[in-house]
T-cell receptor, first 110, second 113 residues
Framework: QKEVEQDPGPLSVPEGAIVSLNCTYS??????FMWYRQYSRKGPELLMYTYSSGNKEDGRFTAQVDKSSKYISLFIRDSQPSDSATYLC??????????FGKGTKLTVNP | DADVTQTPRNRITKTGKRIMLECSQT?????MYWYRQDPGLGLQLIYYSFDVKDINKGEISDGYSVSRQAQAKFSLSLESAIPNQTALYFC????????????FGPGTRLLVL
């Protein structure tokens, strides 16, 4: 079992839809959770960072962590064509190295 | 100006050639990382450095070497390039010490013929 599993998609939604992106993990030592957004031919950029279980909201984005289920989610409300990108989850648990999911490619259609 | 820069942005080389990819950062971070990204495989860690004197191998270090010339500079070398090293290469930095977020450069697209 890989440490971090992420459905690669692709995921295609209409503009305005609510998008749910998810990752599961197996290492209970993970305590830092991040979501990165990567546009085509660009480097990943940090979107959300959470430390504990629960929800964290930033504008149209909500990151959710459920440590008991080893499951994290990123919700995008009122999705826009500019949200079209690949979304990578990442986690860290004491090794000071991030473990990344393989990314989910999202397309938001006008 | 970008906090993490990479040169070159694109490179085409031939099998057997030695090439160097360079990374510079102005964030003042001690920790620097080199990743490669292949379609369907995600980001794979090649080497990482927690300070100038601390360099460590990542998951896929074979065929690569690194040099940390200063806190702000971390170079990746392919001693004898082979076609399966064709990939997108990213440099990243982090503050560490509980601040584990990594900040990425724009990437170098490498094609080995």
């Amino acid at each position: 079992q890989k440490e971090v599993e992420q459905d690669p998609g692709p995921l295609s939604v209409p503009e305005g839809a609510i998008v749910s992106l998810n990752c599961t993990y197996s290492n209970s030592a993970f305590q830092y959770f991040m979501w990165y957004r990567q546009y085509s031919r660009k480097g990943p950029e940090l979107l959300m960072y959470t430390y504990s279980s629960g929800n964290k909201e930033d504008g149209r984005f909500t990151a959710q962590v459920d440590k008991s289920s080893k499951y994290i989610s990123l919700f995008i409300r009122d999705s826009q064509p500019s949200d079209s990108a690949t979304y990578l989850c990442a986690m860290e648990g004491g090794s000071e190295k991030l473990v990344f999911g393989k990314g989910t490619k999202l397309t938001v259609n006008p | 100006d970008a906090d993490v820069t990479q040169t070159p942005r694109n490179r085409i080389t031939k099998t057997g050639k030695r090439i160097m990819l360079e990374c510079s950062q102005t964030k003042g971070h001690d920790r620097m990382y080199w990743y490669r990204q292949d379609p369907g495989l995600g980001l794979q860690l090649i080497y990482y450095s927690f300070d100038v004197k601390d360099i460590n191998k990542g998951e896929i270090s074979d065929g690569y070497s690194v040099s940390r010339q200063a806190q702000a500079k971390f170079s990746l070398s392919l001693e004898s390039a082979i076609p399966n090293q064709t990939a997108l290469y990213f440099c990243a930095t982090s503050e560490g010490y509980g601040q584990e977020t990594q900040y990425f450069g724009p990437g170098t697209r490498l094609l080995v013929l």
